[in-house]
């Protein structure tokens, strides 16, 4: 019993040090890139990727109606397969339904809450609601196999991505764009390698009455 508590124990502790280093290697090349960046926009720049950041994380914590958080305590793999696919229809019919009504009512919704400043980015916030989502919903997937690694390098892919994006980007256009675009492929960095042992297994089945077996049983979830 003694030996067995002392494996999780270390699998624990090597999770958290490969997920802490991560964090530490994002955090450095941010600190590396930030004096260029800084220099590269303005603070009203950056501003605008303040308020834009704000605007997905909140939409996208509803994203998939928090079902994600079902997938590491799922019974089985294909219980967990059913359940991804059922995160992943919602969060794509949120991202159809959130364009549309930016489409549609943008510039009113978004003088409501006080977010103009996104006016002209407005069709960017449901790009960057289905990529946060996809990434939420496959980290929970690398949780739930302990993929640790995968994790923390991902952590590092964003970071790079981001950075180079930002600095690139004003060659291109400049304004807030590339602020917001960099963010986007950051954040959306990395969710294949988490989904690749998924995307390598054909043998689990997925249907719409499991899907629909997973969403009551999770109800609580929303």
Not at 23 to 44: D, E, K, M, W
Not at 125 to 139: E, N
Not at 193 to 212: E, F, H, Q, T
């Amino acid at each position: 019993m003694k030996i067995i508590q002392t494996i999780i124990k270390n699998k624990f502790i090597n999770g958290v040090l490969w997920i802490a280093g991560g964090t530490a290697f994002a955090q450095l090349i941010n600190v590396v890139i930030s004096p260029i960046i800084t220099r590269i926009y303005s603070p009203g720049e950056y501003g605008v990727l303040s308020v834009y950041i704000a605007t997905v994380s909140i939409i996208t914590v509803a994203g998939s109606f928090m079902y994600e958080m079902a997938i590491p305590i799922a019974d089985d793999d294909e219980s967990t397969v059913n359940i991804i696919m059922l995160c992943i229809i919602i969060l794509l019919s949120i991202t159809i339904v959130l364009s549309l009504l930016l489409i549609i009512k943008g510039d009113y919704l978004l003088r409501i809450f006080r977010a103009e400043v996104l006016l002209n980015y407005k069709l960017l916030i449901p790009v960057g609601v289905f990529f946060t989502g996809l990434y939420t919903i496959f980290i929970q997937y690398a949780y739930r196999h302990q993929n640790f690694k995968s994790i923390s390098r991902t952590k590092g892919y964003q970071s790079l991505l981001q950075g180079f994006v930002q600095v690139l980007y004003p060659f291109i256009a400049p304004g807030s764009l590339g602020l917001i675009i960099g963010r986007i492929i950051g954040q959306s960095a990395g969710f294949l390698s988490l989904a690749n042992p998924l995307l390598l297994d054909y043998s689990k089945k997925v249907s719409g009455k499991s899907m629909y077996i997973f969403a009551k049983r999770y109800i609580r979830f929303p």
